[in-house]
C-alpha cells in the first residue's frame, strides 16, 4: 500500500510561486506514474500535471494546458518525492491539491485513473 502526503500549500499573492511536495510511503514509487491535480469549491477535480519515469535519467512530463509554462513537475526517486513547482500564480490556481498514483508508466489525466491519493494541500492566491 502506497501512503502520500502533501506540504507546502499556503497564500501567496498573485505572480508569486510556490513548491509543493508529495512524500510517498510504504512503497518505492519509482515505478509509478505520479500526478498531481486541483480542486477548487464547487467545481471537479482537474488534472495538472503528471510525471512517470522510464529508467536511468528518463522521464516524461504532461501538463494541463492552463499550467504549462508556469508549473513544473520534478521527482527524486531517491527520496520517493515528487515536487511541482507553481510559478507566475493567478487567483484562478487557487484550489485544494492533491498528489495521486498509479502503478506503470502511461500518463493518464483522469482521477480515476489514479489508485493512490493524499490529503491535499491548499493553494490560495491573492490578487
Known amino acids: 500500500q502506497v501512503q502520500l502526503g502533501e506540504s507546502g500549500g499556503g497564500l501567496v499573492q498573485a505572480g508569486g510561486s510556490l513548491r509543493l511536495s508529495c512524500a510517498a510511503s510504504?512503497?518505492?514509487?519509482?515505478?509509478?506514474?505520479m500526478g498531481w491535480f486541483r480542486q477548487a469549491p464547487g467545481k471537479e477535480r482537474e488534472f495538472v500535471a503528471a510525471?512517470?519515469?522510464?529508467?536511468?535519467?528518463?522521464?516524461?512530463?504532461y501538463y494541463a494546458d492552463s499550467v504549462k509554462g508556469r508549473f513544473t513537475i520534478s521527482r527524486d526517486n531517491a527520496k520517493n518525492t515528487v515536487y511541482l513547482q507553481m510559478n507566475s500564480l493567478r487567483p484562478e490556481d487557487a484550489a485544494v491539491y492533491y498528489c495521486?498514483?498509479?502503478?506503470?508508466?502511461?500518463?493518464?489525466?483522469?482521477?480515476?485513473?489514479?489508485?493512490?491519493w493524499g490529503q491535499g494541500t491548499q493553494v490560495t492566491v491573492s490578487s
Open positions: 510504504g512503497r518505492t514509487v519509482s515505478s509509478y506514474t
Open positions: 495521486a498514483g498509479r502503478w506503470g508508466q502511461t500518463i493518464r489525466r483522469s482521477p480515476d485513473d489514479y489508485n493512490y
Open positions: 510525471i512517470n519515469w522510464s529508467g536511468g535519467s528518463t522521464y516524461y512530463t
